[in-house]
Structures are given as structure tokens and as C-alpha cells.
């Protein structure tokens, strides 16, 4: 069963206008925003930070959600907003597809080091691609560019397996859905929280993340 993405806050609008992203919303704090997508009105996480409205299309900072679902639930999104959720693929289609297209990921370890990736070029499919991820042009100081192995795959749950490994489903024998390749190299999706981390971040291996969280901004 779906678990669909959830808000337990009032939701700003905008008076008169239909808006579609945060920059449209006029964004000046971080929280909760009402925009339309595709006709339909959808909630979205919007932070202000250096200088940029950023959209939240996924966040793991409290370990109060399982990550490890079916196709349904990645394309139409779960979680809490003002907690951990992901967004949902249909609807980071969307955005990424209408110029929001520089992705970044922050994140911070068990002992409190912290460290970003981001992604000049991040763009995702529609549902015909089944969501194939595109991304480039890495920066940052988390070390290893970890989502270039991810790139032109095509995203992969326990029930729909897409990746490239002959021998398994690397999202089923893992628990970690995403675009895998011959499986990952990040670990966002595990429901064991100790068991997320990044590839080569820290001393050459992975370490255990207490804190992810993925914007979307336009260039």
C-alpha cells in the first residue's frame, strides 16, 4: 500500500497566481509552500539558502520513515514534508524538466563532519524513461563523485528492477532503491539508518550518515 507524502502545518499560498516552484511562491523563510503541479496542488519543502530558493526533494534526518518501498510509492512520493519524505519521481520529473536542474546534497556523518555534492546538470525522466536519471558536472567537498555511477540508469525498487546486475535485484537484496547500476554507490535508501553513507567520503570507505537531504534549484 502507497504511503503517501504528508503535511501537519498551514500551508502558505499565494493570493491569484498559480505557482508551480518556490521561486514563484516568493519564498523569503524555509517551510512548507502550496504550489500547482500538473493541475494538482502539491506541497513542497522550500529552503532559502545562499542567496537561492532550493526545493527538498528528499530528506533523512530523523529516521522515523522506511525507505525501502515499491515502485508506487517512489513515483507518487511519502514520507512527512516537515520530516523525512521523498518527494516523488513523477514530481521530480516535473521539476527538473521545467529548469530546475542544478541539484545539491547535503549531508552529515555520525560524528558531526559535514559535506556537500552538487550537480551543475540533474534531470529525471518521465514515467515512459522509467525516470532515467541524467546528471553531471560535480562539485563539492564530499570527496568521491558518487552519482556520476548513476548516471543514465534508470531508477529500480524491490518490485521493479531495472538495474544492471546479472545476478540480483540490487534494490530487493540490498533494501536500497535508486537508479542502481550494477547497485550503488551512495546508501540513502536503506531502513537501517546506521547503514546509510556516501561512496569514498570519508578515509577512503563508507561512514554512517545521520543527515541527507537533496535540493533542486534553477541555474
Not at 124 to 136: F, H, N, P, Q, R
Not at 190 to 217: C, H, Q, V
Request: aromatic share 16%; glycine share 10%; hydrophobic share 35%.
Amino acid at each position: 500500500m502507497t504511503e503517501p507524502l504528508s503535511t501537519q502545518m498551514s500551508i502558505p499560498t499565494t493570493e491569484n497566481i498559480v505557482c508551480s516552484d518556490c521561486e514563484c511562491v516568493g519564498a523569503v523563510t524555509s517551510g512548507v509552500y502550496e504550489i500547482t503541479v500538473n493541475g494538482q496542488k502539491t506541497s513542497v519543502y522550500c529552503q532559502v539558502l545562499y542567496g537561492f530558493d532550493w526545493m527538498v526533494i528528499f530528506r533523512r534526518t530523523i529516521g522515523d520513515v522506511l525507505f525501502n518501498k515499491v515502485w508506487s510509492s517512489y513515483t507518487n512520493g511519502f514520507g512527512n514534508i516537515n520530516g523525512d519524505f521523498w518527494l516523488g519521481l513523477d514530481n521530480i520529473s516535473f521539476f527538473t524538466s521545467t529548469g530546475w536542474s542544478v541539484m545539491r546534497v547535503e549531508m552529515e556523518d555520525d560524528i558531526g563532519n559535514t559535506g556537500y555534492a552538487q550537480y551543475g546538470i540533474f534531470l529525471v525522466g518521465g514515467s515512459a524513461t522509467e525516470y532515467k536519471l541524467t546528471v553531471s558536472q560535480f562539485s563539492g567537498n564530499a570527496g568521491y563523485d558518487a552519482f556520476s555511477y548513476h548516471n543514465n540508469m534508470k531508477f529500480s525498487t524491490k518490485d521493479h528492477d531495472n538495474d544492471l546486475s546479472v545476478s540480483i535485484n540490487c534494490a530487493s537484496y540490498y533494501g536500497e532503491p535508486w537508479w542502481n547500476d550494477d547497485c550503488a554507490r551512495m546508501k540513502f535508501t536503506r531502513d537501517n539508518f546506521n547503514e546509510l553513507g556516501w561512496y569514498y567520503w570519508y578515509a577512503g570507505s563508507y561512514r554512517p550518515l545521520k543527515k541527507i537531504t537533496m535540493t533542486l534549484r534553477k541555474p
